[in-house]
């Protein structure tokens, strides 16, 4: 310990230090530092606290997760922690949620590292707390925002001898922040779980209560099962699945998390969800009427008779906060542009995903075009771009181009006919993107068409297009100068925007090339990104650890790519999940200088709300001069990564 105090205390004297005070003007015996000691605490549990429902913001419950070892592995989101909710008035255990606990994260003393170690089979299906600890952590939770007064999100650890630790303490930044600019129009009590049998848990991941009859589709060939108001119940959805969530009234799927396609969509159409359920798929096989909660994950048996009769909330009286930062929207589907635009009061759409109004055709596009139904692709596209451009303008609508992977879209009519030939060992790293454009022109020049359509016939001259999947400068320069022949052509038409995804590596090595080439923005996503710049399919549950948007190499490619297109005056934004899941995403976007931020509908107030108060804190900062950084957990201590950011 006495060695790493002189370390902490030594690098006040490092060659960076010295020269970073030097240029800045402070006197070297003018700065101090300070080593804070804490324990290490040998967890025989551990977890999370909320001190309100994470997904409904419901403040009269604290919520609790826990698992056997140290907390990282609860935090990180690698596996599945048990869930108890409390009441927080009473502190009475109001649901327990256990599951399998397979791994724990333990010290190894003679390493100083963190292993992975199997659970013992007594302990992996008994509780990580008991009901006594469950109170005990609940009753320090209600302390904890007593003393803050605003809701908490909580990390603590109980050791072998029974004693609970708090480890940290931060505002809760979802619902927390949410309750300053939203009040309850409408409550209606909720019937309690005993009411009702409880037939399935899982992930509530798009709130709201309805009930319908159980419809379960076991692959996307029988989608056309679902009716309106059906229950859809499946293993999982991808992009060809929308006609039918469209239709449903609620989703079930097996697997999936917060950040899964059914989720994302769900949460755009305002549909109620649970996922992750493992065994939906059988449990419901059988079942008729059903009641889905996506608050709460709950599925119970028959009709619940105030299922109709949710707690209803809207936004009142402070109006849209002021950002440089400017705050967009994703959006897939169309018809729900007018709602989203007014809820919201986005600044624009950072991401029009284009593959819905293909799925709406119903055809292959290579099946319409044999069929002669090119003018039908160009009309329905426009028409569906025009819904969108109309509801935000004149705030910017970002259209991406069509991004077939050859195995989501089989279904279509034709679809086996011309994708089966395409669909290799892994489809995600495919025949896909901006490369199908120069490979199949035909289609990529009625999807221009469409956007010309749009720009001057309808004169809606805030949609921009973005390339997606962008490999190699050889391709761009084919697709762009297709776009050109076609109409589109930002030399000509200074109103008009080319933007490409960053999502391949090769784009973020090349991206000085690609600004010299005429982009006019990036857009950042941080999934594919993540994937194909950490080696890990983030499906494979067995690497599903390694997964993770915060990694140092993910971020000092995300740093570069802005520090170099604000060079080359290119706009960069961001539409992947990372800054709906981690607050402290945004603050290193900001910090960065990142021109937007696009986020799901459901994230917007947030977001701008985040994204205000980071802007608000860098002012002071210039200010007073006093820096505090808290962004992400494996780069606070990377020299060079911070040189990198002073540097922007």
């Given at each position: 310990m006495l060695e790493a105090v002189r370390k902490c205390w030594s690098s006040l004297f490092t060659k960076r230090a010295i020269t970073y005070r030097q240029e800045k003007g402070f006197r070297h015996q003018?700065?101090?530092?300070?080593?804070?000691?804490?324990?290490?605490?040998?967890?025989?549990?551990?977890?999370?606290?909320?001190?309100?429902?994470p997904t409904t913001g419901d403040t009269t419950k604290i919520m609790i997760e826990a698992s056997w070892g140290l907390g990282e592995a609860v935090v990180s989101g690698a596996i599945t922690p048990d869930t108890y909710l409390v009441d927080k008035s009473t502190l009475e255990i109001?649901?327990?949620?256990?599951?399998?606990?397979?791994?724990?994260?333990?010290?190894?003393?003679?390493?100083?590292?963190?292993?992975?170690?199997?659970?013992p089979p007594e302990r992996q299906n008994i509780p990580a707390l008991t009901d006594d600890e469950i109170k005990k952590v609940a009753r320090y939770g209600k302390q904890i925002e007593n003393h803050y007064k605003t809701p908490q999100d909580i990390e603590w650890a109980v050791d072998k001898s029974g004693e609970i630790y708090i480890l940290q303490s931060r505002p809760e930044t979802v619902h927390g922040l949410k309750q300053e600019t939203m009040e309850t129009t409408k409550a209606v009590p909720q019937e309690t779980t005993m009411e009702r049998e409880i037939i399935l848990r899982g992930l509530g991941v798009s709130p709201g209560i309805v009930s319908g009859p159980v419809k379960v589709i076991k692959d996307v060939s029988g989608i056309r099962q679902v009716e309106e108001g059906d229950i859809l119940v499946t293993k999982m959805t991808t992009p060809d699945w929308v006609p039918a969530m469209k239709k449903a009234a609620a989703i079930v799927t097996d697997e999936g998390g917060y950040t899964c396609h059914a989720a994302i969509v769900s949460r755009e159409l305002g549909t109620p969800c649970i996922v992750g359920t493992e065994k939906g798929t059988a449990v419901l096989a059988n079942e008729g009427q059903v009641t889905v909660d996506g608050g709460r994950g709950l599925v119970y048996r028959g009709v619940l008779e105030k299922a109709k009769e949710e707690v209803v909330a809207t936004i009142t009286g402070t109006g849209i906060i002021p950002t440089a930062t400017r705050i967009y929207v994703n959006l897939s589907i169309p018809e729900?542009?007018?709602?989203?635009?007014?809820?919201?009061?986005?600044?624009?759409v950072g991401l029009l995903r284009a593959e819905h109004l293909m799925i709406n055709i119903g055809k292959h596009p290579r099946k319409l075009i044999e069929e002669g139904g090119d003018q039908e692709m160009i009309d329905k596209f426009a028409e569906g771009i025009r819904k969108v451009a109309e509801a935000f303008s004149p705030g910017?609508?970002?259209?991406?181009?069509?991004?077939?992977?050859?195995?989501?879209?089989?279904?279509?009519?034709?679809?086996?006919?011309?994708?089966?030939?395409h669909i290799g060992p892994n489809p995600m790293i495919g025949f896909r993107g901006q490369f199908r454009y120069v490979k199949e022109p035909d289609v990529f020049r009625l999807e221009c068409r469409a956007v010309k359509k749009v720009r001057e016939t309808y004169g809606l001259k805030n949609l921009w297009v973005m390339l997606p999947f962008v490999r190699t400068l050889e391709v761009f320069r084919i697709a762009k100068q297709i776009m050109k022949e076609e109409g589109l052509d930002p030399e000509k038409d200074p109103d008009f925007q080319i933007w490409i995804m960053v999502e391949v590596p090769s784009s973020v090595l090349l991206i000085d090339?690609?600004?010299?080439?005429?982009?006019?923005?990036?857009?950042?996503?941080?999934?594919?990104?993540?994937?194909?710049?950490?080696?890990?399919?983030?499906?494979?549950?067995s690497v599903q650890e390694l997964y993770d948007e915060r990694n140092l190499a993910v971020l000092r490619a995300i740093a570069y790519t802005i520090k170099i297109c604000k060079k080359y005056g290119v706009t960069t934004s961001i539409c992947g999940q990372a800054p709906s899941v981690y607050p402290d995403y945004l603050e290193f976007l900001v910090r960065m200088g990142a021109t937007s931020i696009s986020v799901n509908p459901d994230a917007v107030a947030f977001t701008r709300q985040m994204v205000a108060k980071i802007e608000q804190k860098l002012l002071l900062e210039n200010v007073t001069g006093h820096t505090r950084?808290?962004?992400?957990?494996?780069?606070m201590d990377d020299v060079e990564f911070w040189k990198l950011v002073e540097d922007k």
């Open positions: 003018d700065v101090l530092i300070s080593v804070a000691v804490q324990l290490m605490v040998d967890a025989k549990s551990a977890g999370v606290m909320f001190t309100l429902h109001i649901e327990k949620h256990v599951v399998t606990k397979k791994v724990e994260y333990k010290l190894n003393p003679k390493t100083g590292k963190t292993e992975h170690l199997e659970v729900i542009a007018d709602r989203v635009a007014k809820q919201t009061q986005a600044d624009g910017p609508v970002v259209y991406r181009f069509l991004d077939f992977k050859p195995d989501e879209f089989l279904a279509l009519e034709g679809g086996r006919e011309y994708e089966a030939g090339k690609f600004c010299q080439e005429g982009i006019n923005g990036v857009s950042f996503g941080t999934n594919d990104l993540t994937m194909l710049i950490l080696g890990v399919d983030r499906n494979d549950a950084i808290r962004v992400g957990k494996n780069f």
